[in-house]
Each structure stands twice: as structure tokens, then as C-alpha cells.
């Protein structure tokens, strides 16, 4: 039986800018998304630990090296510039092929400070 399991998650990474008339989406440097094994346009689970809200939209690409992350459209009047959140991104798995998440964990400068593989 397949089950939807966590596949990878960008811990406290902070959010650069937001657009509210931006179409919608959450915009993350190219190096963070191919570190977490996202995919540009994943669908996406985003926490905000400053306020506690939780959106799901999809991911956009970011300048390399730019350390942005930017939320867009709707979800930019749920975080605010500073605001912490938890990027996660989910996969199909069979019990015996999953390995368990990729985590990127990052520091106030949006830069990755350790990987974890695994559970």
C-alpha cells in the first residue's frame, strides 16, 4: 500500500519579501530547492511559526545564491517579511522503499547549516 510521506522540508527558513498581486506561489532560491530535492513547481506545505498559519501552494525558482524566499499572491497576507516557516513537500511511497525526508536546516541568513538524511 502506498502512503503520502514526508519526502523533504526547508526548516526555519525566512521569508525575504512577499507580492500580494504576484499570481500566487512561493518563490525559493534554485540551490535550496535542488539541496531539498524540491522540484520548481512542487506542491508545497508552508507553516509559519511566527503566526502559526499553514498554506499549501507551489514552488517558483529564485535567483541561485539569492538566499530569497518569497511568498506570493493570496498566501503573502498570512506571513510577514522575517517571518520563520517550515517548507514541506511530500511523495508516494511503499513502505519498504521510503527512506525517510530529506531536511534542510537554515539559519537567520537563509543559509543551510546542516542536512539530514533519513529518519
Do not use: W
Not at 37 to 58: C, H, M, S, W
Not at 83 to 111: H, Q
Amino acid at each position: 500500500m502506498q502512503e503520502i510521506l514526508l519526502k523533504s522540508k526547508i526548516h526555519m527558513a525566512k521569508v525575504t519579501d512577499k507580492s500580494i498581486n504576484y499570481m500566487g506561489s512561493i518563490g525559493i532560491d534554485v540551490e535550496l530547492l535542488e539541496k531539498s530535492n524540491i522540484k520548481p513547481y512542487e506542491l508545497v506545505l508552508v507553516a509559519d511559526v511566527n503566526n502559526g498559519q499553514r498554506f499549501v501552494t507551489y514552488t517558483i525558482p529564485e535567483e541561485k545564491g539569492s538566499r530569497k524566499i518569497v511568498v506570493n499572491g493570496a498566501a503573502a497576507r498570512l506571513v510577514e517579511q522575517g517571518d520563520r516557516v517550515i517548507i514541506m513537500a511530500f511523495g508516494m511511497y511503499e513502505n519498504d522503499e521510503y527512506k525517510g525526508p530529506r531536511v534542510l536546516i537554515m539559519n537567520e541568513d537563509n543559509e543551510v547549516v546542516e542536512i539530514r538524511e533519513g529518519t
